[in-house]
């Protein structure tokens, strides 16, 4: 069983940057690891995604070139850096591990395939 522990979260004014922290229990280095978001009144959502080692990640549109997703596998912690954040970046911000997979797959951007999930973090951001 793995439990997921985020961090990081806060206000800040459009424009500006916050890292996100993902702490895990229990060894994460074989797992797809991802974040998601979800704002009020929608469906959470893909953000991010990065493969067991790091060598691979993905990205929701959305967040392409201002948003990096990262992991320390030591550390057994993912990372999501947020620049240029803007008001509709908003909500409260997963962190999810997928205990089936190793390297992304079709189905990555799918919360569905994801087996432990944080409790979240709230990512505020005025305009």
């Known amino acids: 069983q793995v439990q997921l522990v985020e961090s990081g979260g806060g206000l800040v004014q459009a424009g500006g940057s916050l890292r996100l922290s993902c702490a895990a229990s229990?060894?994460?280095?074989?797992?797809?690891m991802g974040w998601f978001r979800q704002a009020p009144g929608k469906e959470r959502e893909f953000v991010a995604a990065?493969?067991?080692?790091?060598?691979?990640?993905y990205y929701a549109d959305f967040v392409k070139g201002r948003f990096t997703i990262s992991r320390d596998n030591a550390k057994n912690s993912v990372y999501l850096q947020m620049n240029s954040l803007k008001p509709e970046d908003t909500a409260v911000y997963y962190c999810?591990?997928?205990?089936?997979?190793?390297?992304?797959?079709?189905?990555?951007?799918?919360?569905?395939?994801?087996?432990?999930w944080g409790q979240g973090t709230q990512v505020t951001v005025s305009s």
């Open positions: 229990g060894r994460i280095s074989s797992y797809v």
């Open positions: 990065i493969s067991y080692r790091g060598g691979s990640t």
């Open positions: 999810a591990a997928d205990v089936t997979h190793s390297i992304l797959v079709a189905t990555t951007t799918s919360r569905f395939e994801y087996d432990y």
